[in-house]
């Protein structure tokens, strides 16, 4: 089975500088954050208040913050990030986009080949993503990361502006994939059924700076996540009905 990581989140302080008359401010003050391995957590929070920072200083994109990102595999796992917007090359087809992160082989051909064709993308392997809708090209954004046979899987609102249809197909393709190749993920969203159907844990931000405000355990089965009924029982704790973690 691929190797998974869990993650411990210690940031002492993070401060973007003051910009266009906006003072300094910290995003982040002694913030702390565990994520077990492979488990499936979602954050959930106010627009602007540091979640897609959050996801750049574990990736290591952003270094500028004190503190420190502990990974239980030791150091540099495989991290696939998946963003807002897709993000595909318009110049180069869909297999070649999935293949942009592997190594060069023919071990990373047959891992991108089997990871769109079990995505139902085989037959699009040539096309350019200018061709494919919104879904489609989210779904080639969704393989890439997969077949990078991530340890940790950041995901930051990877299907904000689909139609609900579209965006319950591909939670449930994400489903899926988790369940075959499992990895620990982080998954920011606004959607609180979005959270209540995918995670396994919703953890919720307010601030700043950033706190957890709500840490809820989503103990649904498969069919329960489907069954109305119980999404909105968990949602009532995630929205406020359980009890406040202290900040
Ligand atoms: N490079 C930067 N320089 C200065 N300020 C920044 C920078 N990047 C983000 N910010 C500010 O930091 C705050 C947090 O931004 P961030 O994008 O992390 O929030 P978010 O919770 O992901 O928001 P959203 O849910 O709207 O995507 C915002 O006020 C933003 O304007």
């Not at 190797?3 to 411990?8: I, L, M, N, Q, S």
């Not at 910009?19 to 913030?31: E, I, S, T």
């Not at 190594?103 to 037959?123: E, T, Y």
């Given at each position: ?9 210690e940031?002492?302080?993070?401060t ?48 500028g ?25 318009p ?39 200018e ?11 969704l ?15 990877p ?50 700076p ?38």
């Open positions: 089975m691929a190797a998974v990581t869990g993650v411990t989140i940031i002492e302080e993070k973007f500088p003051a910009a266009r008359g906006a003072p300094a401010r910290a995003l982040y003050r002694d913030f702390r954050l565990e994520l077990a391995d492979q488990s499936f957590v979602a954050l959930l929070g106010p627009s602007g208040l540091g979640k897609t920072t959050l996801l750049n200083m574990i990736a290591g994109v952003d270094r913050f004190e503190g420190r990102i502990t990974f239980s595999r030791g150091p540099d796992p495989r991290i696939a990030y998946v963003f807002q917007s897709p993000r595909l090359l110049w180069r087809t869909v297999l070649q986009n999935v293949l942009l992160p592997l190594p060069p082989g023919a071990d990373s051909l047959n891992r991108a080949r089997s990871v769109l064709r079990d995505m139902g993308l085989g037959d699009a392997e040539e096309v350019y993503p061709r494919l809708s919104l879904g489609m090209q989210r779904r080639v954004a393989a890439r990361a997969f077949a990078l046979e991530p340890e940790l899987l950041l995901m930051d609102e299907f904000v502006s689909l139609d609900e249809a579209n965006a319950s197909r591909l939670r449930d393709l994400l489903a899926e994939l988790i369940e075959a190749r499992p990895t620990t993920v982080l998954f920011v969203t606004h959607d609180s059924h979005e959270a209540v159907r995918l995670a396994d844990r919703v953890v919720v931000l307010g601030g700043p950033v706190r957890v405000v709500r840490d809820v355990r989503v103990e649904l089965s498969r069919e329960g996540r489907l069954a109305a009924g119980e999404v909105e029982r968990v949602r009532g704790t995630v929205l406020g009905a359980g009890p406040t973690v202290a900040a």
